[in-house]
C-alpha cells in the first residue's frame, strides 16, 4: 500500500471516530450540545482540509489548496467557539469573523486568480496560528481554575505547538527562498511528515479535551450524588458521612461538636394553599438563608422533605445557642415572592450538643429530634436545647 493511501485511510479512521465522539457526547454524555457541535465540525474541517492536501499533493491546483487552508481557518474557529462555550468564557463572534473574512478575502480575491498559492495558503495558515493562539491564552486560566495546572499546562503546549508549525509555515509559504532543511529532503517526504504531525497533534488535543469532558462529568456526577437537586444543599447521605467523622473525633480527640435540626412551620399548610411548587420555593429560599448565615465551616444539609440539619464543629451549647438563633432570626425575615402574595416563613430548631465520647451517633440524633419536637410543641419559631442525660 502507498504511503499516500494509507494516510488516507489513517485521515478517515481518525476524523470520523472523533467526530462520531463529539456527536456522542453532545447526543448521550450530557455535554454541551453547542460544544459537542463546533468541536464535531472543527474535526471534519480539520480532516477535510488534510485529505485535500494528500489527494493534490502532487497537483498544482489552486483551488483544492486553498480549499483545504480555508477548511483549517473554519476549524480552528469551531475549535475555539467550543472551548468558549464549554468554559463559559466571552464569545468573539466578531473577532472570528473578520478573521476568517481576511483570510478567505485574501485567499480567493487576489491569491487565487493570481495563482498565487503560496500566498494563499500562507494567509490561511497565519489566521490559523491567531486563532489557536488566542485560544490557548484565554483558555489557560479557566482550565487551571478548574482542572488543574497540570492539565491547562498540557493544553498551553499543544496548542503552542501546532502554533508554532503554523507560523513556521506561513513563513516559508510567504518567503520560499528561505533555505531551510526540509528543503532538501523530498517533497513526498515533507507532506507525510507535516500530515502525520498535523493528525498526532489533532489526537493528542482530541484526548486532553476529551479529559476535560470526563471530568467535568464525573465531578457532576459526584456533585449530584452528594448533593440535594432542589436547594444545592448536601444531602442527607453526605451530611450522615459526616456526622460518622465527627463522632470519631470526639471519641478520639475529645473534640466537641453541635447538631441542629430544623424543620419549616406549617409547611403542608403552604403546600394545600399555594401548591407543592410555591412549597420548592419555600425550600430553595430557607436554604439560601441558612446558608448564607452558617459560618464557613459550619455544614449546611437538607435532611429529608421540609426538615434541614445543619453541623457546628468545634462548638459547645452557648455558641451553639447563637448560631441556631442566628440561623432562626434569619429565616424569620424571609419573604417569599409567590405570584402577587408574600409568604411568610419560620422554623423550629432542636439542637443537641455532642461532648460526651460514649454517646452514639443515633442517640445525638433522638436528642435532636426529641428538641424539634418540643420547639414545635411549645409554639413553633424557636430553639431548643437537648440536655444531655446525667446517666450518659
Known amino acids: 500500500m502507498e504511503a499516500s493511501h494509507f494516510l488516507i485511510i489513517y485521515i478517515l479512521v ?39 492536501t494528500v489527494l493534490y499533493a502532487d497537483s498544482l491546483d489552486t483551488v ?16 475555539r467557539r467550543g472551548m468558549q462555550t464549554f468554559l463559559k468564557l466571552p464569545e468573539t463572534a466578531c473577532e472570528h469573523a473578520l478573521v476568517t473574512l481576511v483570510a478567505v478575502g485574501f485567499a480567493l480575491i487576489v491569491a487565487l486568480p493570481m495563482g498565487w498559492r503560496g ?7 497565519a489566521a490559523t496560528a491567531w486563532v489557536l493562539g488566542r485560544l490557548a491564552l484565554e483558555c489557560f486560566r479557566p482550565l487551571r481554575a478548574e482542572f488543574g495546572p497540570e492539565t491547562a499546562a498540557t493544553h498551553a503546549t499543544l496548542m503552542g505547538l501546532v502554533v508554532m508549525t503554523f507560523t513556521v509555515t506561513a513563513f516559508a509559504l510567504t518567503v520560499p527562498e528561505t533555505p531551510s532543511p526540509w528543503r532538501q529532503l523530498p517533497r513526498d517526504m515533507v507532506y507525510q511528515w507535516l500530515v502525520m504531525g498535523s493528525l498526532t497533534l489533532s489526537i493528542l488535543s482530541s484526548f486532553v479535551l476529551g479529559y476535560v469532558v470526563v471530568m467535568r462529568l464525573v465531578r457532576r456526577l459526584e456533585h449530584l450524588s452528594h448533593h440535594d437537586g432542589l436547594t444545592g444543599l448536601l444531602n442527607r447521605r453526605a451530611i450522615e458521612a459526616m456526622l460518622d467523622r465527627e463522632v470519631q473525633r470526639l471519641q478520639r480527640f475529645g473534640q466537641p461538636f453541635s447538631l ?10 403552604i403546600n394545600d394553599r399555594l401548591g407543592h411548587a410555591a412549597g420548592d420555593a419555600v425550600l430553595a429560599a430557607v436554604a439560601g438563608a441558612l446558608k448564607e448565615e452558617a459560618r464557613e465551616v459550619d455544614r449546611v444539609a437538607r435532611f429529608g422533605g421540609e426538615e ?21 432570626a434569619a429565616v424569620a425575615a424571609l419573604d417569599v415572592r409567590w405570584g402577587d402574595e408574600g409568604v411568610s416563613v419560620t422554623i423550629s430548631v432542636g439542637l443537641a450538643c455532642a461532648e460526651h465520647p460514649t454517646e452514639t451517633l443515633s442517640q445525638l440524633l433522638r436528642r435532636a ?14 430553639v431548643v436545647l437537648s440536655m444531655l442525660p446525667a446517666a450518659a
Open 64 to 79: 483544492q489548496w486553498m480549499m483545504a487552508g480555508l477548511l483549517v481557518v473554519v476549524g480552528a474557529v469551531s475549535l
Open 119 to 125: 500566498g494563499g495558503m500562507a494567509a490561511c495558515t
Open 308 to 328: 434541614f440539619c445543619v453541623v457546628l464543629p468545634h462548638t459547645c451549647e452557648e455558641g451553639a445557642l447563637h448560631a441556631a438563633e442566628r440561623l432562626r
Open 369 to 382: 429530634d426529641e428538641a424539634l419536637y418540643e420547639a414545635k410543641a411549645a409554639g413553633r419559631n424557636r
Open 14 to 52: 481518525t476524523h470520523t471516530l472523533t467526530s462520531g465522539m463529539w456527536w456522542a457526547a453532545g447526543s448521550w454524555m450530557g455535554l454541551s450540545r453547542r460544544a459537542s457541535k463546533h468541536w464535531m465540525l472543527s474535526s471534519a474541517c480539520f480532516g477535510i482540509g488534510l485529505l485535500l
Open 260 to 269: 441542629l435540626l430544623i424543620d419549616i412551620d406549617h409547611f403542608k399548610r
